[in-house]
T-cell receptor, first 114, second 116 residues
Framework: SQQGEEDPQALSIQEGENATMNCSYK?????LQWYRQNSGRGLVHLIL?????REKHSGRLRVTLDTSKKSSSLLITASRAADTASYFC??????????????FGKGTHLIIQP | NAGVMQNPRHLVRRRGQEARLRCSPM?????VYWYRQLPEEGLKFMVY????????ESGMPKERFSAEFPKEGPSILRIQQVVRGDSAAYFC??????????????FGQGTRLTVV
């Protein structure tokens, strides 16, 4: 199976609730990134968490990283209809300027019900 | 400062034709990455380029696909003799550098290639 797998594949919640998405990976990483993709649009970078960080916040987003479990979670608090999108985690395993690129999972499709 | 610009946004090609996808990185970025997103799948790394150099093409199919990032002008992903299986969204990303802990990659809107 691939590096960077999101869980669940799809999530539907009511507006105002919190949404939690998880990402697991297999190899050691330098950093992990979360992206959002609205339907028919390009990817938008949300947040990057480095391997020596455990938690990071950005507005209504909270990302955690547990390198011992090789997992990360993305929490969106007080969800809004505009948060409806697909969310991807991407792992960056490059070291010393190496160039494997980012490895993406299949994404979690989040639907916020008004 | 404009973001990563990809064109065209949509491209339709008949089987056997050539597809050329263009990507202009963000100003000041010299690292360009191409990814392919097949329907219902995540993004897959294809190739990493710096100006005039291909650094890593481990994700690129050995035949029919090529990429370049000339000293002047956009990066080009070229697909020769397209087949239906090439239908996908192709995303370009650029970054300022790599570094041990990596840097943010900024993505373009993608080019959606449809082979008919």
């Amino acid at each position: 199976s691939q590096q960077g797998e999101e869980d669940p594949q799809a999530l539907s919640i009511q507006e105002g609730e919190n949404a939690t998405m998880n990402c697991s990976y297999k190899t050691s990483i330098n950093n992990l990134q979360w992206y959002r993709q609205n339907s028919g649009r390009g990817l938008v970078h949300l947040i990057l968490i480095r391997s020596n960080e455990r938690e990071k916040h950005s507005g209504r987003l909270r990302v955690t990283l547990d390198t011992s479990k090789k997992s990360s979670s993305l929490l969106i608090t007080a969800s809004r209809a505009a948060d409806t999108a697909s969310y991807f985690c991407a792992t960056d395993a490059r070291s010393g300027g190496g160039a494997d690129g980012l490895t993406f999972g299949k994404g979690t499709h989040l639907i916020i019900q008004p | 400062n404009a973001g990563v610009m990809q064109n065209p946004r949509h491209l339709v090609r008949r089987r056997g034709q050539e597809a050329r996808l263009r990507c202009s990185p963000m100003k000041g970025h010299s690292h360009v990455y191409w990814y392919r997103q097949l329907p219902e799948e995540g993004l897959k790394f294809m190739v990493y380029l710096q100006k005039e150099n291909i650094i890593d093409e481990s994700g690129m199919p050995k035949e029919r696909f090529s990429a370049e990032f000339p000293k002047e002008g956009p990066s080009i992903l070229r697909i020769q003799q397209v087949v239906r299986g090439d239908s996908a969204a192709y995303f370009c990303a650029s970054s300022l550098g790599t570094g041990v802990f990596g840097t943010e990659a900024f993505f373009g809107q993608g080019t959606r290639l449809t082979v008919v």
